[in-house]
């Protein structure tokens, strides 16, 4: 059985959750942070994983 979940990540500036992804909450405890682009804020911000 995997142990894969979703997660939300929203970006740091606007709070806006932007995108979704996978990680394996048993091998991975620190929370997610990407550069990735908002279309809100329209350029790349630092997205951190949020709660469900």
Same mark, same amino acid.
């Given at each position: 059985? #995997?142990?894969?979940?979703? &997660? !939300? &990540?929203? *970006?740091?500036?606007c709070?806006? &959750? +932007?995108?979704? #992804?996978?990680? +394996? ?6 929370? &997610? ?7 809100? *804020? !329209?350029?790349?911000? !630092?997205?951190?994983? #949020?709660? !469900?």
């Amino acid at each position: 059985m #995997s142990q894969d979940q979703l &997660i !939300k &990540i929203a *970006c740091g500036k606007c709070s806006r &959750i +932007n995108y979704w #992804s996978r990680k +394996n909450r048993k091998l991975v405890t620190r929370k &997610i942070e990407l550069q990735k682009f908002c279309k809100w *804020c !329209k350029k790349q911000t !630092k997205h951190k994983e #949020s709660k !469900k």
